[in-house]
């Protein structure tokens, strides 16, 4: 991808998980779709007290770990026909997330987490973030991650602390400033838009980011496209 690409690339899909993340932990009773490890807290927390949705959490986690494999296998297979997987990623993120929205809709409201069709929806945004996950630390590893952010926040707060080391910092600390803020303030914003879009437009407002993955399709077909 040129450079005007990844400037782009990386802050979007890192809104759209804040975005997906939230509206499923809002509306799928704290079901996280990006940030999959973060459901065995709220595991935990069901030990403590009566929560709705632990079974989908249990069930998360594997389909998360097959929605990377295959997704792994994919971008085996185009390496090997010289297919450009990048619109293949975006393609089968756009599709889950479309999912997703149709499953939230046609079904809900829900009541409960544990309810059939919640889980089914729970799991279509599980594997649409799944396949970000993996192409972050593929395709996409020349950028910021854009799923989780824990890495990202430590790393720029390093990075801030040694610029005031004035001439002596590391010179490397301003890339890698400029690498992972974006993304990380992205994430940001998405997970409050997430939050109020779910508040105004329930699971309709998946379509912000469905919409936003659809246009980084478009966006690489057009720049791959034979002149």
Known sequence: MSDASSRTTAPIQAFVAGFVDTVGFVGLFGLFTAHVTGNFVMLGASIAET????VAKLVALPVFFLAVAGTSL?????ATSGRDPVVGVFGAQAFFLACFL???????????????????????GVVAMAIQNAASRTIFSVFSPT????????QVVLDLVELTRGAAA??????????MLPPLAAFVV????????????GFWALMVPILL?????????TAVRPA
């Not at 994919?74 to 185009?78: A, I, S, T």
């Not at 149709?102 to 279509?124: E, R, S, W, Y």
């Not at 993955?213 to 077909?221: S, W």
């Open 74 to 78: 994919f971008l085996r297979r185009c």
């Open 190 to 201: 998405g997970a409050l838009a997430g939050g109020g879009g779910y508040v105004l437009a």
């Open 102 to 124: 149709g499953v939230a809709v046609i079904t809900g409201p829900f009541h409960g987490g544990d309810q059939p069709f919640a889980i089914v929806a729970g799991m279509l």
């Open 213 to 221: 993955i659809l246009f980084l399709l478009l966006t690489r077909r």
């Open 51 to 54: 929560r709705s949705g632990v």
């Open 147 to 154: 799923t989780i952010m824990t890495g990202n926040s430590t």
């Open 170 to 179: 590391d010179p490397a600390a301003r890339t890698r400033i400029g690498k």
